[in-house]
């Protein structure tokens, strides 16, 4: 128990702090004027988050819808100084050719994410006080597919904006488009978005699908590719792009992508020998690769998620599976097929995301050439999904937890598939194969790791109803995290018992308790902290 003289001297300051302080509203999604992610997102931005989710199927749209809802609302919150709410906020979900007359609706959700998980996340967010008006889905492929999938239809029931904007540049009008510099590309010295996508005064959300691809698994980072206007999205067509290759281009791209590839080459960078002309060989994925990565170093996101509540395998519609439901890799004209995956991955850092992805997706990823290509280039420093802090998003609350006790889903991709020297590997295939992450993990101090025993001041300060708490822990230990009232009383223990090293968060829901002055104290391993926060109704 705390020293009752301590106890009511800090108290009695806190009194006359608290009567100087405006009182919230009922609920934390008052409007401020400002909002955000929540602050321990932003506090650990190499970190990745997953929400486990639990619908039974997929045609469920209103567990889906619940699930974007429930996220947004944990996520996404109202702040003091942030981003205002008036800002626009340029949605990109990955809604790319999914509708083919030889197959039933049913048979391609698994290729675009859910419509009602977006849905459910712009009406989680409209409760900060957005307008659904400010709400902008762009995608420049198949707009076709929008009124089928039933994006127009959400469109109209959130109030926000979705058309077709896949006219070329040259015929789409200049409006519509925001044109942003790459001095530092590869390929790129100007790329075209389709608008308000990187124009000043937006929040940009990616979400993106937990599938396969020719790829990969198609993520974050490959998702932003369809908020380039057309042409310049084609990051799959060679050499040969339809564009301004006068004043658009690096003028030594092809020179440099090739100098790259070597590079990757003799590094001993997985599949990167696979021969071809196409896309889809070592040097194809050199060329794609640098384009995605000119894309992602000049798209700045708020936030990047990957939908997989239910996830796909194989590539759009076709995939390892017969109409029997049997699994053949042998032929490439199969069935793709949806899983039942229940995760929500998300971060700050699209790259980190599509690692712990990958490797949910039961690809080893450092068999993967794109992340060795954003290391070369300085846009990451991971490559070990281990290496990563990972984090269970449960009920707004932050757990760290070991990688491999989420459970994986294993999507078959053609990803070079290794048909060449003398390897009979399947077309559709797994690349788990080991990778000795030693020789390229880069050691790097962030705040899943820290090196101090530190009790964070809560957010927000003064709350209502609930608000977070965040604890750095410097090595692995026993904690108790307790609560006490004014008058020195424990009401509430919000954590006891062994934690792992690394950054932590736990939520207190105030359950009734009236307004005043509370105290929060953490014991780790002989040591204790206290800090103070006011409960405002």
């Known amino acids: 128990m705390f020293n009752r003289r301590q106890f009511f001297k800090t108290t009695a300051a806190g009194a006359a702090a608290a009567s100087q302080i405006k009182p919230l509203r009922a609920s934390t999604k008052v409007a401020t004027g400002y909002f955000g992610v929540h602050e321990f997102i932003e506090n650990n931005p190499d970190a990745v988050f997953i929400m486990k989710t639990n619908v039974d199927v997929k045609t469920n749209s209103d567990a889906v819808k619940a699930c974007g809802l429930e996220f947004a609302r944990s996520v996404f919150v109202s702040k003091e100084q942030g981003v205002p709410v008036t800002h626009l906020i340029p949605v990109k979900p990955n809604l790319t050719c999914s509708v083919n007359s030889r197959y039933t609706l049913e048979h391609g959700m698994g290729i675009v994410t859910d419509v009602y998980f977006v849905e459910g996340i712009i009406e989680g967010m409209k409760e900060l006080g957005i307008g659904g008006d400010q709400f902008f889905m762009r995608e420049v492929n198949c707009p076709d597919d929008f009124g089928p999938r039933g994006y127009y239809d959400m469109a109209e029931r959130t109030g926000s904006e979705i058309r077709d904007m896949s006219a070329k540049v040259g015929v789409i009008s200049e409006n519509d488009l925001v044109w ?8 790129y010295r100007k790329i075209p978005y389709l608008w308000p996508i990187n124009a000043p005064d937006t929040f940009m959300l990616n979400i993106a699908k937990f599938k396969s691809h020719g790829m990969g698994l198609t993520l974050a980072c490959k998702n932003l590719q369809g908020s380039i206007a057309h042409n310049y999205q084609a990051h799959c067509s060679g050499f040969s792009m339809d564009m301004d290759l006068v004043n658009h281009k690096n003028p030594s791209a092809i020179s440099d992508i090739k100098a790259n ?3 990757h080459l003799d590094a001993g960078v997985p599949r990167w020998d696979r021969p071809g002309s196409n896309w889809n060989c070592g040097l194809g994925m050199e060329t794609w690769g640098s384009r995605c990565l000119d894309n992602n170093s000049v798209t700045p ?28 890799v042998t032929k490439s004209s199969g069935l793709a097929k949806d899983f039942m995956s229940n995760i929500v991955i998300f971060s700050k850092n699209q790259f980190n995301a599509d690692i712990i992805g990958h490797w949910l997706g039961g690809h080893e990823p450092g068999n993967l050439g794109l992340f060795h290509m954003a290391i070369s280039r300085g846009m990451n420093t991971y490559l070990n999904p281990f290496d990563i802090p990972v984090y269970e998003w449960k009920n707004g609350e932050a757990v760290l937890t070991p990688l491999d006790s989420f459970e994986r889903t294993p999507l078959l991709t053609y990803y070079l598939q290794r048909d060449y020297g003398g390897q009979t590997e399947p077309y559709w295939h797994m690349m788990d194969e080991p990778y000795d992450y030693a020789p390229t993990v880069v050691d790097k101090s962030y705040n899943g790791k820290p090196t101090a025993f530190v009790l964070h001041q809560n957010r927000p300060n003064p709350f209502n109803p609930s608000t977070s708490i965040q604890f750095d822990l410097p090595s692995a230990g026993n904690i108790r995290l307790e609560i006490y009232n004014s008058g020195g009383q424990l009401i509430d223990v919000l954590a006891d018992g062994w934690r792992n090293r690394g950054s932590h968060m736990a939520v207190w829901n105030t359950n009734g308790h009236s307004s005043g002055v509370y105290f929060y104290r953490l014991r780790f391993n002989g040591h204790s902290e206290t800090n103070r926060m006011i409960l405002m109704k």
């Open 261 to 263: 590839h070597q590079i």
């Open 180 to 187: 942003i510099d790459t001095p530092d590309g590869v390929w």
């Open 301 to 328: 996101c708020g936030l990047h998620i990957i939908e997989g509540v239910y996830g796909r395998d194989g590539n759009f519609q076709n995939g390892p599976w017969d109409a029997d439901g049997n699994l053949d």
